[in-house]
């Protein structure tokens, strides 16, 4: 995935050690090492997502946001020392969209960056058109209903988000873990099988009764929906 981010942190290494995993990662990245000059770039550019870090010289992150927050709601991930983890409450309020703890691995800070990208995607995408159709399978998102040739099918919330995730990026693989934290806001290394028994249940529900299977396991990858040829 692709993007615009502006990371914004004063401590030196930590913003070059930021800058240089996630141009790695194919991200096009800014820095700015202080409030005043984050800020400045903040508003003046059309980022996709700011790295933030709560503590700053000049103007503080939680300052920052709140300026920030007057005229756009980019997505904001907020760095927070440990020693200040009451104070991502404050972040939260102030409009961070989700906070980090240093120290943290850089996985965990491209996960989280990751899907907070996606979530905007999405909630872009879903704003524009409420109806989302592959073959005869219909979703209605604003009417949360779900019908496959014609006939009604009854999800549970987490199935419906589940099914509209899939669906909205039909033919692409979504790997279990991205499943976990886009459905269930859990971390990636999380140890679960809620998604296979999701998946196992929506199977049941979406192709069982219908003879052509829509949604595929694609071994040691993930899931996908689409059609396919028998
Ligand atoms: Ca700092």
Do not use: C
């Not at 007057?70 to 760095?79: E, R």
């Not at 806001?185 to 929506?202: G, K």
């Amino acid at each position: 995935m692709s993007g615009k981010l502006l990371v914004i942190e004063d401590e030196l290494r930590l913003a070059r050690y930021l800058q240089q995993g996630l141009t790695e990662a194919g991200y096009s990245v800014e820095v700015a090492n202080d409030g005043v000059d984050g800020l400045h770039l903040a508003m003046e550019g059309d980022h996709d997502l700011l790295v933030l870090d709560r503590m700053l010289p000049g103007i503080d992150g939680v300052a920052l946001l709140k300026a920030f927050r007057n005229s756009k709601q980019t997505p904001v991930l907020m760095l927070t020392a440990r020693s200040q983890v009451e104070d991502r409450v404050s972040g939260l309020q102030a409009g961070a969209d989700d906070y980090l703890v240093k120290p943290f691995a850089f996985p965990e800070l491209l996960a989280r960056v990751q899907a907070l990208l996606r979530r905007s995607h999405g909630a872009t995408a879903t704003s524009d058109s409420t109806q989302l159709q592959l073959g005869d399978l219909e979703l209605d998102l604003l009417r949360r209903r779900a019908q496959r040739a014609g006939q009604r099918i009854e999800l549970s919330a987490k199935e419906f988000k589940l099914l509209a995730l899939l669906l909205s990026r039909q033919g692409q693989v979504l790997s279990r873990t991205e499943l976990a934290s886009l459905v269930w806001d859990m971390n990636f290394d999380s140890e679960t099988n809620v998604v296979e028994v999701a998946i196992r249940r929506l199977r049941a529900k979406l192709d069982a009764p219908f003879g052509k299977p829509l949604l595929h396991t694609v071994r040691g990858m993930g899931y996908v929906l689409e059609e396919r040829d028998a």
